[in-house]
């Protein structure tokens, strides 16, 4: 999502936790900076159905914050070349549902 590439900050991030159903397989996963995979699991931050960067509210109302992750609103995933390793869309859309504090 961000483009980062170093390693010590990227993440394998469930999308649908693994203690809440997820499996571990490439398509319920996402790899994530340190930063943004804390605040996925904590559903500040999540993924729409066009594979787009969400940030919700939440984030600014709880912390009065958020600037820099605001910046990435609407950002598309940067997706695998194949297409079997792309995130699940019904994955991104359970944890939308579930996760997601909007």
């Known amino acids: 999502m961000t483009g980062e590439h170093s390693l010590p900050v990227l993440e394998a991030a469930h999308i649908r936790p693994y203690s809440q159903g997820g499996a571990h397989r490439v398509d319920n996963g996402l790899v994530l900076r340190t930063d943004l995979h804390r605040l996925f699991d904590k559903g500040y931050v999540t993924v729409?159905?066009?594979?787009?960067?969400?940030?919700?509210?939440?984030?600014k109302e709880e912390f009065e914050n958020g600037r820099s992750y605001y910046a990435l609103q609407g950002q598309p995933l940067h997706l695998p070349e194949q297409p079997a390793s792309h995130p699940s869309a019904g994955a991104l859309a359970w944890h939308r549902e579930q996760l997601f504090l909007g």
């Open 48 to 59: 729409d159905e066009d594979r787009r960067f969400v940030v919700g509210r939440r984030l």
